[in-house]
């Protein structure tokens, strides 16, 4: 700080009061080097010269004995004014009883009279200014200016003193936070956002006065508590935000909270709290709960979701990610013949091994980074189609996902027949699945979609039928090509009455539509039987094969050209 | 004046310089002001209506400079005052006027 002032020949300021003109310009030529100085003749010319603000005073000189208002009276007058009080004064007297009473007005150190040499005085005044500004730098990044919790970083360090006097004592992290805050500074103003983070830290600390408990603001509208051991978190985040609701006029103030109980003390503060956030923001945006606790398998599996996140590039490159095939036979023929079938990803990881579909696809739908996998498996297939067609001269349509998103994506057509395009296929080669969930989220702008694909050539096979919540009316004015039956009711159909039904009545639904239907997830020989029995037209599942990659799969085509 | 007038004078010349961060200029600058302070002036006429409280703000004051100046005889005088100004001792403070006044006058004479 003192090396920062000096380059940039920044000095301090020091005001001497004394009402004589010889003591002051004594003094004065003492300082004048290493301060500006300013002079007043009594403790009323200082007094307004303090009042007036544009002088950053950092000391203040005074003598005692002085005509209109003396050295006394001045310390009284400042003793109880916050802005002027945290500066510091240092008295000039030689005498005993003045000492005392000036101390007890608040001043910090004195100069002898006669002076004693410039060295001493000078040293004097910097340590009385450095004492000043580093107790002032203290308790200026000690606490949040705002709500009075702590810093971060002495909160942190305020329990790593606890933790080094451990009486075996559980203490819990607790992180709480104002549900879409950055909307109360928008509507209602950034005073009013800084009242209620103000009120709630006000109320927080109530709560929890009976017991031991620190608090923190590291940011925004987070806000850190490390206390005793509690049980009752729902009732006092509900209690706290009813009170806070009452003090302020801004509706509807949600607060979510994330508890790490009995946090463990061998991790750092900062991992205490980061399991606690992780906790509180898992319940982002779910009013329905207020309160979530940290567990070691939830936090597990969120960074086990990132780990994959962060992979899927190096996967796509390094073709951990491959592309598996499943027949689909149609079965309304003697003996079943190989109509077609489905591409599926399957990932093969350095450090997971095999990994389920079950487990990345709805992550990656959930961030949008299944469009880029999508985008893959459609090249894929596009590619293996061709190169059947060109070891076989027998083409196998292959059906591949189109998730929501692609469907909003602009580039969809020009990148589907792109891809026709590059790999010489037909249209109906590269058929498409789009779950029934999809239709009936924007029926509207999906089945434009839709039908411009269909005119292009391309075949919609609706995936996961039964399994979303289609209107009757709606599924009349879809544009498919074939029904995909959801897996369930074939599993359950000849065990529980009401799939067999169901099956039934899809099959009903697609012979209304004169659209094909196709089975999923069909496994012996008497579910073949029944949905042949009932129309059913198509069948994939384990009965015939389980998804196999390309290499397997060239084995049914291989039988299928042995059967002609 | 020089230094050396000042010490003849009986001044602890190499103490006031020293305050006067060995400035010999400014020092002796610092000793003429204060041959014209007004205190002197103030000090007789408090004296001369026997204003004890006044007689001592003045003198008290008049210490202060007299000290960092370090005009020694003159300092002696004015303490020895205060002393008795503080406590009000009943006493004939002209005496101590008289001598202030004419070490004063002594010190003029070098100007």
């Given at each position: 700080?003192?090396?920062?002032?000096?380059s940039?020949g920044l000095?301090?300021?020091i005001?001497i009061i004394d009402?004589?003109?010889?003591?002051?310009e004594i003094?004065?030529?003492?300082l004048k080097?290493d301060y500006?100085?300013s002079f007043?003749?009594?403790?009323?010319?200082?007094y307004e010269?303090?009042k007036d603000h544009?002088?950053?005073?950092?000391l203040?000189?005074l003598?005692?004995?002085?005509?209109v208002m003396d050295?006394f009276?001045?310390?009284?007058?400042?003793k109880?004014?916050?802005?002027l009080n945290?500066v510091?004064?240092i008295?000039m007297?030689?005498?005993?009883?003045?000492?005392?009473?000036?101390?007890k007005l608040g001043?910090?150190?004195?100069i002898?009279k006669?002076?004693?040499?410039?060295?001493v005085?000078?040293?004097?005044?910097?340590r009385i200014?450095?004492?000043?500004e580093?107790?002032?730098?203290?308790?200026?990044?000690?606490k949040?200016?705002?709500t009075?919790l702590?810093?971060l970083?002495f909160?942190?360090?305020?329990?790593?003193q606890?933790?080094s006097?451990?009486?075996?004592k559980s203490y819990?992290?607790?992180v709480?936070n104002?549900e879409h805050f950055h909307m109360?500074?928008?509507?209602?103003g950034?005073?009013?956002?800084?009242?209620?983070?103000?009120?709630?830290?006000d109320?927080?600390?109530?709560?929890f006065?009976?017991?031991f408990s620190?608090?923190?603001?590291?940011a925004a509208?987070?806000?850190?508590?490390?206390?005793?051991h509690?049980d009752?978190?729902?009732?006092?985040?509900?209690s706290?935000?009813?009170r806070?609701a009452g003090f302020s006029?801004?509706?509807?103030i949600h607060?979510r909270?994330?508890?790490y109980?009995d946090?463990?003390k061998?991790?750092t503060p900062?991992?205490?709290?980061?399991?606690?956030?992780f906790?509180?923001d898992r319940?982002?945006g779910d009013?329905?709960s207020?309160?979530?606790?940290?567990?070691k398998?939830s936090?597990?599996a969120?960074l086990?979701?990132?780990h994959l996140i962060n992979?899927i590039d190096d996967a796509i490159?390094n073709?951990?990610?491959t592309?598996f095939?499943?027949p689909k036979y149609?079965?309304?023929?003697d003996?079943?013949?190989l109509k077609s079938?489905?591409a599926?990803i399957?990932w093969?990881?350095?450090?997971?091994?095999m990994?389920?579909?079950g487990?990345?696809?709805?992550?990656f739908?959930?961030?949008g980074?299944?469009q880029?996998?999508?985008?893959?498996v459609?090249e894929?297939t596009?590619k293996q189609?061709k190169t059947?067609k060109e070891?076989?001269?027998?083409?196998?349509p292959v059906?591949?996902?189109?998730?929501?998103i692609?469907?909003?994506?602009p580039e969809?057509?020009?990148r589907l027949?792109?891809?026709l395009?590059?790999y010489?296929l037909k249209?109906?080669?590269?058929m498409?699945?789009?779950?029934?969930?999809?239709?009936?989220?924007d029926?509207?702008?999906l089945?434009?979609?839709?039908?411009?694909l269909?005119?292009i050539g391309?075949?919609?096979?609706?995936?996961?039928f039964?399994?979303g919540?289609?209107s009757?009316n709606m599924?009349t004015?879809l544009?498919?090509?074939a029904l995909?039956?959801?897996?369930k009711f074939?599993?359950n159909m000849?065990?529980d009455?009401k799939?067999l039904?169901?099956v039934?009545?899809v099959?009903?639904?697609?012979?209304?539509?004169e659209?094909p239907?196709?089975a999923e997830?069909v496994?012996?020989a008497?579910?073949i039987?029944a949905?042949?029995k009932?129309g059913?037209?198509?069948?994939q599942?384990?009965?015939?094969?389980?998804?196999v990659?390309?290499?397997?799969?060239?084995?049914?085509i291989?039988k299928?050209?042995n059967?002609h | 004046?020089?230094?050396?007038?000042?010490?003849d004078?009986?001044?602890?010349?190499?103490?006031g310089?020293?305050?006067?961060?060995n400035?010999?200029t400014f020092?002796?600058t610092?000793?003429?002001?204060?041959?014209?302070?007004?205190?002197?002036d103030?000090l007789n006429?408090a004296?001369?209506?026997?204003?004890?409280?006044?007689?001592?703000?003045?003198?008290?004051?008049?210490k202060g400079?007299?000290?960092?100046l370090?005009?020694?005889?003159m300092?002696?005088?004015v303490s020895e005052?205060?002393?008795l100004?503080?406590?009000?001792?009943?006493?004939?403070?002209?005496i101590?006027?008289?001598k202030i006044?004419?070490?004063k006058?002594?010190?003029?004479?070098y100007?």
């Amino acid at each position: 700080m003192n090396d920062f002032r000096y380059s940039y020949g920044l000095k301090r300021h020091i005001l001497i009061i004394d009402d004589e003109e010889i003591n002051r310009e004594i003094l004065g030529n003492m300082l004048k080097n290493d301060y500006e100085i300013s002079f007043a003749d009594n403790g009323a010319m200082a007094y307004e010269m303090l009042k007036d603000h544009s002088l950053k005073i950092s000391l203040i000189l005074l003598d005692l004995l002085m005509p209109v208002m003396d050295g006394f009276e001045f310390l009284e007058k400042i003793k109880d004014d916050e802005s002027l009080n945290a500066v510091p004064v240092i008295v000039m007297t030689s005498e005993k009883p003045a000492e005392v009473r000036s101390i007890k007005l608040g001043a910090d150190d004195f100069i002898a009279k006669p002076y004693d040499s410039p060295e001493v005085i000078l040293a004097r005044c910097e340590r009385i200014i450095q004492l000043y500004e580093d107790k002032s730098i203290i308790t200026s990044t000690e606490k949040d200016h705002l709500t009075g919790l702590y810093t971060l970083e002495f909160f942190n360090e305020y329990i790593r003193q606890i933790d080094s006097l451990d009486i075996g004592k559980s203490y819990d992290a607790l992180v709480l936070n104002i549900e879409h805050f950055h909307m109360v500074n928008e509507m209602f103003g950034r005073k009013a956002g800084d009242d209620v983070l103000k009120m709630l830290s006000d109320l927080l600390s109530d709560t929890f006065k009976d017991s031991f408990s620190i608090g923190c603001r590291p940011a925004a509208d987070y806000f850190y508590f490390y206390l005793d051991h509690n049980d009752g978190y729902d009732k006092i985040v509900n209690s706290v935000q009813e009170r806070l609701a009452g003090f302020s006029h801004i509706p509807k103030i949600h607060l979510r909270a994330g508890v790490y109980f009995d946090a463990d003390k061998s991790l750092t503060p900062d991992c205490r709290f980061d399991h606690a956030k992780f906790a509180c923001d898992r319940i982002r945006g779910d009013y329905s709960s207020q309160v979530s606790v940290y567990s070691k398998e939830s936090y597990d599996a969120d960074l086990y979701h990132e780990h994959l996140i962060n992979d899927i590039d190096d996967a796509i490159a390094n073709k951990d990610l491959t592309v598996f095939y499943q027949p689909k036979y149609f079965i309304q023929s003697d003996k079943p013949v190989l109509k077609s079938a489905e591409a599926l990803i399957r990932w093969k990881h350095p450090e997971f091994g095999m990994i389920s579909p079950g487990e990345f696809i709805p992550l990656f739908e959930s961030n949008g980074l299944i469009q880029k996998l999508d985008h893959y498996v459609w090249e894929e297939t596009a590619k293996q189609i061709k190169t059947w067609k060109e070891r076989f001269g027998y083409s196998v349509p292959v059906s591949v996902n189109v998730s929501r998103i692609d469907i909003y994506d602009p580039e969809l057509e020009s990148r589907l027949t792109g891809l026709l395009k590059e790999y010489d296929l037909k249209p109906s080669e590269l058929m498409l699945e789009i779950t029934e969930s999809a239709y009936s989220d924007d029926a509207k702008g999906l089945t434009d979609v839709v039908e411009r694909l269909r005119k292009i050539g391309f075949k919609i096979e609706m995936d996961d039928f039964g399994s979303g919540y289609s209107s009757l009316n709606m599924i009349t004015t879809l544009p498919i090509d074939a029904l995909k039956m959801d897996m369930k009711f074939i599993r359950n159909m000849n065990r529980d009455e009401k799939s067999l039904k169901l099956v039934e009545l899809v099959l009903e639904i697609a012979g209304f539509l004169e659209v094909p239907t196709i089975a999923e997830g069909v496994e012996d020989a008497d579910q073949i039987e029944a949905l042949k029995k009932m129309g059913c037209d198509i069948v994939q599942g384990y009965y015939f094969s389980k998804p196999v990659p390309p290499n397997d799969f060239e084995e049914f085509i291989k039988k299928e050209l042995n059967k002609h | 004046m020089t230094v050396d007038n000042l010490r003849d004078f009986g001044a602890n010349v190499d103490e006031g310089i020293r305050r006067c961060v060995n400035n010999e200029t400014f020092y002796l600058t610092m000793v003429q002001k204060a041959l014209n302070d007004k205190s002197f002036d103030q000090l007789n006429e408090a004296v001369d209506s026997k204003d004890i409280d006044r007689a001592f703000e003045v003198a008290h004051a008049l210490k202060g400079v007299l000290g960092n100046l370090a005009l020694t005889p003159m300092f002696e005088t004015v303490s020895e005052m205060v002393e008795l100004l503080r406590s009000k001792t009943d006493t004939d403070y002209s005496i101590y006027t008289e001598k202030i006044n004419a070490q004063k006058k002594q010190l003029e004479e070098y100007l």
